[in-house]
């Protein structure tokens, strides 16, 4: 049996210790009111029996407070009060320094949350050290200087989860819609070194990996390129080869006609796309940011975001190549043929790309092929996202975040080059339990939590005005968001819409089953839902008023949080069915991972959901291997497309290189009652030979998940 020490070190269960500890409290109390040996040895075995009976490991902080009840329901009240002295002397001892266990079981390996925080980030790297250790430093400065007291306890206790408290201290941002149009087509600055306008597509697309690893490096959170800025560098490409192919021929004394000489130019001209394609594909996987990990960059592919004509010609060529070498994968250190987390691929389904008889269909059987193989791409309507943003069509910054619909001094709408500064997330659930089901009670909490969310974000507004463009001259300076001149604050794009601010959410679904004693799901309990997110939009819209800046509902995509989030709740209110009883909760609107519902239901349900999330929301469906079965997947496209903004599939895509299984590597309970991943061919539970893809919160991920995450996808089932 293990348990989480307070550094974040998994060991294992000592009943020793509890009885040392309450020993030492017995001494403090006269000799009548003291416990006997064997009341202590039935009060440190009553709480092993407790965690033993635990659903995960439990924390030491945990442990200690069933030490106490234990002590209290024996009826040793002195003893129980000298144990609490005791452990509040302890508290100010380990307060005295916060940081220094942390980073030791960091740098040795040995803290489990940190090295399941992030499923993109590798924990034995020495560059991902680093980063932790950065942030340990980091989040005690934000505790004890830095943020409000009354929104530290929330974050602490799972009331509130305050994102990015580790890159809090310094002067940096959330995600972003790199304006790499500007930066290619009017030239930039990479590590105080120009970069003149490249001359052919392979050329833009290194320039355009290099502006990727630079931007990265310069915030914490995912960015978003369009594959027409950079597709606008073919034509330049078939200038080039078109005059050197004529040359050739004249040289050779060969006779050619201009489509003679057009046929060959446009033949490498493919290769010259293909290339460059691959340039973005293995550069973005094998580049390591300052953080230790692969950029979170997403690649936009939009065939109507380029004019018709030749220039739309041109984009299909490129999105053909991107979509045919994700097809292939990229190869592991064995050799073997795997899927990459990154670059995330969007693609937009559109009235020239969605039925058989238009001209792009080709292209969605493509994607089609690439998402029953490989999870990506992920797909936006552009019929439902025209109906939302007023009339409008462009990617999330990353995974999910969206920017809000926002129009220049030239009454122009604008998207790339704009950012989001930051996320504070409510738990909803919480809010429910607190309330005890009283309705009225609900309103007034969620109230009052919602006032911790908005100091937490003005905190986070408040630490980016005055900030210099100096600090990431990538962005501010040479246009992946500005060009503002050196020694300028980014003050004016914090305020009036430029950049987005976002009050993130997660639990609906358990929040309702609490106030209700039914799923969302159910008809009498939709209208509930609804009002909770009504609730939400009406804050920031407030907010919005009040301070011009614009704040903006987003559906978290809980990663590590919703391990945190599920503790606290176990801890402050027990195992409530339905409720509390798993190791995590649910993301943002979505449907409870348990729940039995069809893909198109599941899709047409949450649709009504992501028009109350303006900030940021996708929607999934969990399918089996569809790579037999693509007019299946072709069909969930042309839903999405009639029915919902954003959505994707989630398919498995998995690898054992102890025995070369190539299938879905299982979730089994070892023998310490931990859930681990075991090939199913060979029985290797060895990750560091596994090759395992799971999408966890929009982003694929490739270094596994804690426990809480793990049991959620465990318990996954098929909506297909």
């Given at each position: 049996?293990?348990?989480?020490?307070?550094?974040?070190?998994?060991v294992?269960?000592?009943?020793?210790?509890?009885?040392?500890?309450?020993?030492?409290?017995?001494?403090?109390?006269?000799?009548?009111?003291?416990?006997?040996?064997?009341?202590?040895?039935?009060?440190?075995?009553?709480?092993?029996?407790?965690?033993?009976?635990?659903i995960?490991?439990?924390?030491?902080?945990?442990?200690?407070?069933?030490?106490?009840?234990?002590?209290?329901?024996?009826?040793?009240?002195?003893?129980?009060?000298?144990?609490?002295?005791?452990?509040?002397?302890?508290?100010?001892?380990?307060?005295?320094?916060?940081?220094?266990?942390?980073?030791?079981?960091?740098?040795?390996?040995?803290?489990?949350?940190?090295?399941?925080?992030?499923?993109?980030?590798?924990?034995?790297?020495?560059?991902?050290q680093?980063?932790?250790?950065?942030?340990?430093?980091?989040?005690?400065i934000?505790?004890?200087?830095?943020?409000?007291?009354?929104?530290?306890?929330?974050?602490?206790?799972?009331?509130?989860?305050?994102?990015?408290?580790?890159?809090?201290?310094?002067?940096?941002?959330?995600?972003?819609?790199?304006?790499?149009?500007?930066?290619?087509?009017?030239?930039?600055?990479?590590?105080?070194?120009?970069?003149?306008?490249?001359?052919?597509?392979?050329?833009?697309?290194?320039?355009?990996?290099?502006?990727?690893?630079?931007?990265?490096?310069s915030?914490?959170?995912?960015?978003?390129v369009?594959?027409?800025?950079?597709?606008?560098?073919?034509?330049?490409?078939?200038?080039?080869?078109?005059?050197?192919?004529?040359?050739?021929?004249?040289?050779?004394?060969?006779?050619?006609?201009?489509?003679?000489?057009?046929?060959?130019?446009?033949?490498?001209?493919?290769?010259?796309i293909?290339?460059?394609?691959?340039?973005?594909?293995?550069?973005?996987?094998?580049?390591?940011?300052?953080?230790?990990?692969?950029?979170?960059?997403?690649?936009?592919?939009?065939?109507?975001?380029?004019?018709?004509?030749?220039?739309?010609?041109?984009?299909?060529?490129?999105?053909?190549?991107?979509?045919?070498?994700?097809?292939?994968?990229?190869?592991?250190?064995?050799?073997?043929?795997?899927?990459?987390?990154?670059?995330?691929?969007?693609?937009?389904?559109?009235?020239?790309?969605?039925?058989?008889?238009?001209?792009?269909?080709?292209?969605?059987?493509?994607?089609?092929?690439?998402?029953?193989?490989?999870?990506v791409?992920?797909?936006?309507?552009?019929?439902?996202?025209?109906?939302?943003k007023?009339?409008?069509?462009?990617?999330?910054?990353?995974?999910?975040?969206?920017?809000t619909?926002?129009?220049?001094?030239?009454?122009?709408?604008?998207?790339?080059?704009?950012?989001?500064?930051?996320?504070?997330?409510?738990?909803?659930?919480?809010?429910?339990?607190?309330?005890k089901?009283?309705?009225?009670?609900?309103?007034?909490?969620?109230?009052?939590?919602?006032?911790?969310?908005?100091?937490?974000?003005?905190?986070?507004?408040?630490?980016?005005?005055?900030t210099?463009?100096?600090?990431?001259?990538?962005?501010?300076?040479?246009?992946?968001?500005?060009?503002?001149?050196?020694?300028?604050?980014?003050?004016?794009?914090?305020?009036?819409?430029?950049?987005?601010?976002?009050?993130g959410?997660?639990?609906?679904?358990?929040?309702?089953h609490?106030?209700?004693?039914?799923?969302?799901?159910?008809?009498?309990?939709?209208?509930?839902?609804?009002?909770?997110?009504?609730?939400?939009?009406?804050?920031?819209?407030?907010?919005?008023?009040?301070?011009?800046?614009?704040?903006?509902?987003?559906?978290?995509?809980?990663?590590?949080?919703?391990?945190?989030?599920?503790?606290?709740?176990?801890?402050?209110?027990?195992?409530?069915?339905?409720?509390?009883?798993?190791?995590?909760?649910?993301?943002?609107?979505?449907?409870?991972?348990?729940?039995?519902?069809?893909?198109?239901?599941?899709?047409?349900?949450?649709?009504?959901?992501?028009?109350?999330?303006?900030?940021?929301?996708?929607?999934?469906?969990?399918?089996?291997?569809?790579?037999?079965?693509?007019?299946?997947?072709?069909?969930?496209?042309?839903?999405?497309?009639e029915?919902?903004?954003?959505?994707?599939?989630?398919?498995?895509?998995?690898?054992?290189?102890?025995?070369?299984?190539?299938?879905?590597?299982?979730?089994?309970?070892?023998?310490?009652?931990?859930?681990?991943?075991?090939?199913?061919?060979?029985?290797?539970?060895?990750?560091?030979?596994?090759?395992?893809?799971?999408?966890?919160?929009?982003?694929?991920?490739t270094?596994?998940?804690?426990?809480?995450r793990?049991?959620?996808?465990?318990?996954?089932?098929?909506?297909?």
């Amino acid at each position: 049996m293990k348990i989480i020490k307070r550094s974040g070190e998994e060991v294992g269960f000592d009943i020793t210790k509890i009885i040392a500890a309450v020993h030492k409290a017995n001494k403090e109390v006269e000799l009548s009111k003291r416990l006997t040996t064997g009341r202590i040895q039935a009060i440190a075995q009553n709480v092993e029996e407790i965690c033993k009976k635990s659903i995960r490991s439990m924390n030491v902080e945990e442990i200690q407070d069933n030490v106490e009840d234990q002590i209290m329901q024996s009826g040793a009240y002195e003893v129980a009060r000298a144990y609490i002295t005791y452990r509040y002397k302890r508290k100010l001892v380990r307060q005295s320094n916060t940081t220094d266990a942390q980073i030791m079981t960091i740098i040795e390996s040995q803290n489990e949350e940190a090295k399941q925080e992030n499923s993109n980030k590798n924990p034995l790297l020495a560059s991902t050290q680093r980063d932790y250790m950065a942030g340990e430093v980091s989040k005690d400065i934000t505790k004890r200087f830095l943020l409000p007291p009354e929104v530290w306890d929330a974050h602490e206790n799972g009331i509130i989860h305050f994102h990015d408290a580790d890159y809090f201290a310094q002067h940096i941002h959330n995600c972003c819609l790199v304006n790499l149009d500007d930066m290619l087509q009017n030239g930039t600055v990479i590590s105080e070194t120009r970069i003149d306008k490249p001359n052919s597509f392979s050329v833009a697309c290194t320039v355009a990996s290099q502006i990727i690893a630079q931007v990265a490096s310069s915030q914490y959170g995912g960015q978003s390129v369009s594959a027409y800025h950079l597709s606008k560098f073919v034509a330049a490409t078939r200038s080039k080869f078109q005059k050197e192919v004529r040359e050739e021929f004249e040289q050779a004394g060969i006779k050619a006609d201009e489509e003679q000489i057009r046929q060959v130019a446009e033949e490498r001209v493919k290769k010259d796309i293909d290339k460059g394609v691959q340039t973005i594909q293995y550069q973005v996987v094998t580049l390591m940011t300052t953080n230790g990990q692969a950029p979170f960059i997403t690649l936009f592919m939009y065939l109507d975001e380029a004019p018709e004509g030749q220039e739309r010609e041109d984009l299909a060529m490129v999105i053909c190549s991107v979509l045919k070498q994700r097809i292939l994968g990229v190869k592991n250190e064995k050799g073997v043929y795997i899927t990459p987390a990154f670059p995330k691929l969007i693609y937009v389904l559109d009235e020239d790309n969605i039925t058989k008889d238009s001209p792009y269909w080709d292209i969605t059987c493509l994607a089609a092929e690439c998402t029953a193989k490989r999870m990506v791409p992920d797909y936006i309507s552009a019929k439902v996202m025209k109906e939302l943003k007023q009339g409008n069509v462009y990617t999330c910054m990353g995974c999910r975040s969206f920017l809000t619909v926002y129009k220049d001094e030239t009454d122009h709408f604008k998207f790339y080059g704009r950012f989001n500064q930051g996320v504070c997330t409510i738990n909803l659930v919480d809010i429910a339990c607190s309330s005890k089901g009283d309705f009225d009670d609900f309103w007034k909490i969620f109230d009052e939590r919602l006032e911790l969310c908005y100091k937490a974000l003005m905190a986070r507004h408040n630490r980016l005005m005055g900030t210099k463009s100096d600090i990431a001259p990538i962005l501010w300076q040479y246009g992946a968001l500005a060009r503002l001149k050196k020694g300028e604050t980014i003050d004016a794009l914090l305020m009036n819409g430029y950049s987005t601010i976002s009050l993130g959410y997660a639990g609906l679904c358990e929040c309702v089953h609490y106030m209700t004693g039914k799923n969302h799901t159910d008809t009498s309990a939709t209208p509930f839902a609804l009002e909770v997110m009504k609730h939400l939009n009406d804050a920031c819209a407030k907010w919005k008023e009040k301070e011009h800046i614009d704040f903006s509902v987003y559906g978290t995509p809980l990663e590590s949080t919703t391990y945190k989030f599920a503790k606290s709740l176990q801890k402050r209110f027990g195992m409530i069915e339905g409720v509390t009883d798993k190791n995590y909760i649910t993301n943002s609107y979505h449907v409870h991972v348990i729940e039995e519902i069809s893909a198109f239901d599941k899709l047409k349900f949450e649709a009504q959901f992501q028009n109350l999330s303006p900030g940021g929301a996708i929607s999934y469906i969990e399918v089996p291997d569809m790579q037999e079965n693509i007019p299946a997947v072709l069909s969930v496209m042309q839903y999405i497309y009639e029915n919902i903004m954003y959505a994707e599939l989630n398919t498995k895509s998995d690898y054992c290189s102890n025995c070369g299984y190539n299938g879905e590597i299982q979730i089994i309970t070892d023998e310490h009652g931990k859930l681990a991943w075991e090939c199913p061919n060979c029985k290797n539970r060895d990750e560091n030979t596994m090759s395992v893809a799971r999408r966890t919160c929009g982003y694929i991920g490739t270094q596994f998940w804690n426990q809480g995450r793990t049991q959620e996808i465990k318990e996954r089932v098929l909506h297909l």
